[in-house]
């Protein structure tokens, strides 16, 4: 099993992020609303193909980051609770790690 800690999933965001701006000026469409064309098959990727299938790749490595980092958020505020003595949570910088299935 993998293990992926907030550092790299934050730097894979920010990594998808800019790319996925690029797309975006340069097609003047969001990233989701690419997605959900090139999805459906409605693209005519001829010409485009490798900027296509690279702009879906961003996209689907920033899905699957930001559900990383939620699950990674719901975990630690999980622990959080259970050590919490009293009605105070003590939140300190530390960097967890997820195991990916």
Known sequence: MATI???DIL???RAADQALRK???RYWISSADFYELYSQ????DGQHREDFSE?????K???KREAALEQLSRQRLEYLRSQATDETITLLPE???LELA
């Not at 098959?41 to 005519?44: A, E, I, T, V």
């Not at 702009?55 to 996209?59: D, F, I, P, V």
């Open 5 to 7: 800690t907030l550092s």
């Open 11 to 13: 730097d894979d965001l």
């Open 41 to 44: 098959g409605l693209l005519d």
């Open 23 to 25: 797309f975006e000026q």
């Open 95 to 97: 960097e967890p790690v």
């Open 55 to 59: 702009w879906a790749g961003y996209y």
């Open 61 to 63: 490595l920033k899905l």
